[in-house]
Nanobody
Framework: QVQLVESGGGLVQPGGSLRLSCAAS????????MRWYRQAPGKERELVAG???????NYADSVKGRFTISRDNAKNTVFLQMNSLKLEDTAVYYC????????WGQGTQVTVSS
C-alpha cells in the first residue's frame, strides 16, 4: 500500500504563490503518471496538472502559465508550484498516482482570499 501525503497549502492573497508537495511512502519510479486534482466547494473534482514517468506534463487551461508540476524521484515527491493565484484557485488539492492501482492523498486546503 502506498501513502501519498500532501503539504504546503494555506491562505494566500490574490497574486501570491504557494508550493504544494506530495510525498510518497516509497519510490515513485513505478508510477506511470502523477497528478494534482482540486475540488472546490460544490464543484466536481477537476484535473489541474499531470506528469508522466518520462517527464511529460499537461495542465488544465485555467492554470497554464501559472502552475508548474515537477517531480523529484530521489525524494519520492511531486511538486506543484502555483503562482499568480486567483480567488477561483481556492480548493482542496489532491495528489494522485497511478500504476497498476490508483492512489489518492487526503488533500491540502488552498485558500486564496484578500
Amino acid at each position: 500500500q502506498v501513502q501519498l501525503v500532501e503539504s504546503g497549502g494555506g491562505l494566500v492573497q490574490p497574486g501570491g504563490s504557494l508550493r504544494l508537495s506530495c510525498a510518497a511512502s516509497r519510490s515513485i519510479f513505478s508510477f506511470n503518471v502523477m497528478r494534482w486534482y482540486r475540488q472546490a466547494p460544490g464543484k466536481e473534482r477537476e484535473l489541474v496538472a499531470g506528469i508522466t514517468s518520462g517527464g511529460s506534463t499537461n495542465y488544465a487551461d485555467s492554470v497554464k502559465g501559472r502552475f508548474t508540476i515537477s517531480r523529484d524521484n530521489a525524494k519520492n515527491t511531486v511538486f506543484l508550484q502555483m503562482n499568480s493565484l486567483k480567488l477561483e484557485d481556492t480548493a482542496v488539492y489532491y495528489c494522485y498516482a497511478a500504476e497498476l492501482r490508483l492512489y489518492w492523498g487526503q488533500g491540502t486546503q488552498v485558500t486564496v482570499s484578500s
